[in-house]
């Protein structure tokens, strides 16, 4: 393997994690939102799994001959994390697809706007009930 | 890292889906390099092809083009450039890559590495610290994967509706991919069954198998058209199927502990404490392989299954 300096994975880590939060604080369109979550996630499962890793290991299955093993329990945690996490992000899609049979956009600022379209009207129903039943 | 940049910038959603799914497929790649097989397995098969296709399905039914943002992005790039810059002071502390004297490799992990071929009786460690060692850890994911495909389906109805959507019709006159689609069928579920039974020995097991064995479906339907794929595993079979995964874990758990063990020890199942490691193992994997099988695939037919509403 070539020679990488020893923080160089650290940094991608933290490039990628702050890429992903970058998408999900800045970026109005739900689906995208997601996507950004998922960066994120991924970026930690490279961190787990830079933690485990040991210079000069293999995969840890037990073979003859072979006696430094890369450590087994981030990968066990990642694995899991990574199944869940499909699991999560398909709850997360099915609320964008019922967000946009309610309100026909998944751009946050539009619906933001039609909340508050929605609130301004109902006040304006209180205020004046016998306008509306009209 | 690119990729990722390319799909922050681009604003066909279509576009930021697959690049979404080559950036998993790189991640893959590299853990792969970092010696952690099994994690590469399933990142490749959850990361770059159940995801992507769930991403997809979802495009289908809300839209594909972005709006051009209304506020500027400063506040929240200087919000970010803060939090890396702070996170990278952090990593200066952090042990070098590979270093054998970090924390990490100093706790559990020796002692699972040297004990666990004899206590389990199986090569692959992960496997068995997955099924054998943190067996309530696991059982508590497949809890969790079981809740959230629960969550889907309440949310976007178990109930088929009516008339399924009409297909584009293109799909239908695709002779050479029909062909070449039924010939990887059954290679595919062939390869999940060895997954989900091999990975004692070599990478693999319940997880990355149910995901496997989804796909699978996942490409029947759609190039043979929901009603055939339904026809073969009619959707709702499949919350039961997932409710029977959980069970079967679950079971295995309270059978040792009727047997005057602890709870999920699994050398209540044999007279021989490695044998009954060994089956409790198998066991446990096949009840995840179940269950997450059928919560991926009945997630699909959810997300497939709905009309698109019209705007």
């Not at chain 1, 499962?45 to 290991?57: C, K, R």
């Not at chain 1, 751009?107 to 006040?123: F, G, K, N, Y």
């Not at chain 2, 952090?94 to 199986?122: C, F, I, W």
């Amino acid at each position: 393997m070539i020679e990488i300096p020893g923080l160089f994975n650290y940094w991608v880590v933290v490039f990628l994690m702050m890429a992903g939060f970058y998408v999900v604080i800045s970026q109005g369109n739900l689906v995208k939102k997601l996507v950004g979550l998922g960066l994120f996630q991924a970026s930690v499962f490279i961190l787990y799994i830079t933690m485990g890793n040991l210079s000069g290991g293999q995969a840890p299955i037990v073979t003859e001959g072979v006696f430094i093993y890369s450590n087994p329990l981030p990968h066990v945690l990642i694995l899991t994390a990574i199944v869940v996490g499909v699991a999560t992000t398909a709850v997360g899609l099915a609320l964008v697809v019922r967000i946009h049979e309610a309100y026909g956009s998944i751009e946050e600022d539009e619906i933001h706007a039609l909340d508050l379209a929605d609130d301004e009207a109902l006040s304006m129903e209180k205020d004046d009930p016998q306008d509306s039943s009209e | 890292m690119l990729i990722a940049v390319a799909a922050i910038r681009m604003r066909d959603l279509f576009g930021v889906v697959i690049l979404f799914g080559v950036y998993s497929l790189l991640t893959a790649v590299l853990f792969m390099d970092l010696d952690a097989v099994d994690v590469a397995f399933t990142e490749a098969a959850v990361g770059a092809g159940v995801t992507t296709v769930l991403l997809l399905s979802s495009l289908r039914l809300t839209r594909r083009w972005e709006a051009p943002p209304r506020h500027s992005p400063l506040l929240s790039l200087l919000v970010v450039c803060v939090t890396g810059a702070a996170l990278v002071y952090a990593t200066l502390d952090a042990p070098l890559l590979g270093d054998p004297t970090s924390p990490v490799h100093k706790h559990v992990a020796p002692r699972y590495l040297q004990e666990a071929a004899g206590e389990v009786g199986m090569p692959n460690i992960v496997t068995a610290v997955l099924a054998s060692y943190r067996g309530y850890d696991t059982f508590g994911e497949t809890l969790v994967i079981f809740t959230a495909g629960l969550a889907v389906l309440l949310l976007l109805g178990f109930r088929e509706e009516t008339n399924t959507p009409v297909e584009s019709g293109s799909m239908h006159e695709q002779v050479v991919l029909k062909t070449v689609v039924k010939l990887i069928i059954p290679l595919i579920l062939l390869y999940a069954l060895y997954v989900q039974f091999h990975g004692d020995f070599g990478a693999g097991g319940g997880f990355q198998a149910g995901v496997i064995f989804a796909t699978g479906f996942i490409l029947y339907e759609m190039v043979f058209g929901a009603e055939n794929a339904r026809g073969v595993m009619p959707a709702d079979w499949l919350p039961r199927l997932a409710a029977l995964g959980v069970l079967l874990y679950g079971g295995v758990g309270i059978f040792s502990m009727l047997a005057g063990k602890p709870f999920l020890d699994y050398s209540a199942l044999s007279a021989d404490p490695v044998q009954g490691q060994h089956l409790g193992v198998l066991l446990v994997e096949l009840g995840v392989g179940i269950t997450v099988f059928s919560i991926v695939l009945s997630i699909f037919y959810a997300l497939s299954g709905r009309k698109r509403r019209h705007d």
